[in-house]
C-alpha cells in the first residue's frame, strides 16, 4: 500500500482512499447552459449498468473507450488482478465519473460550462438506436 505507482507520485493505498467526487456545481453550471437530456453516476456497476438507465427504450449508449485516458491504477488492477477490459468496465468507472447525455450541437457549449466549473470533461461516445442494455 505504501509502493508509489503511476506518475502522478501516488501510492495503491492514496489511490484506494481518494473520496468520490462530487459533481454538484459543475452540473448546475451545465444545466444553466444547455440542455440536458440523461445523466449517470458511474459508481458500482460501472458503464453495463449506470449507463443504461438513463435512457429510454429504443435508444443505447455507444462508448468509445479510446476517447480518454484512463488512470493508470486501472491499467495496475487489470494486469495484477488479471482482469479482462469487460470486467474492468463493468466494475470500475475507468476514470469517467459521471456521463452526461446533451444533443449533439450541444457537445461544445456543454463542454465549456463544464470547464468554466473546473471540470474537465470529454465527449466518450453517442446516443443512437438500439437495445439499451
Known amino acids: 500500500m505504501d509502493t508509489v505507482i503511476g506518475s502522478n507520485d501516488q501510492t495503491l493505498g492514496e489511490y484506494l482512499i481518494e473520496p468520490t467526487r462530487i459533481y454538484v456545481k459543475a452540473v448546475k453550471a451545465l444545466m444553466d447552459a444547455v440542455d440536458v437530456h440523461g445523466m449517470s453516476h458511474i459508481t458500482g456497476g460501472g458503464f453495463h449498468e449506470n449507463i ?3 435512457l429510454p427504450e429504443g435508444l443505447a449508449a455507444s462508448v468509445k473507450e479510446s ?6 491504477v486501472f491499467e495496475l488492477i487489470s494486469k495484477y488482478g488479471k482482469l479482462e477490459t469487460l470486467e474492468m468496465f463493468h466494475t470500475f468507472n475507468m476514470g469517467i465519473g459521471f456521463v452526461i447525455a446533451v444533443a449533439k ?4 457549449k456543454a463542454l465549456d460550462a463544464l470547464k468554466g466549473a473546473g471540470e474537465e470533461a470529454v465527449v466518450i461516445g453517442e446516443i443512437q438506436a438500439g437495445d439499451k442494455g
Do not use: Y
Not at 105 to 108: C, G, L, R, V
Open 67 to 72: 476517447s480518454w485516458t484512463k488512470p493508470e
Open 105 to 108: 450541437e450541444d457537445a461544445n
Open 52 to 54: 443504461p438507465r438513463m
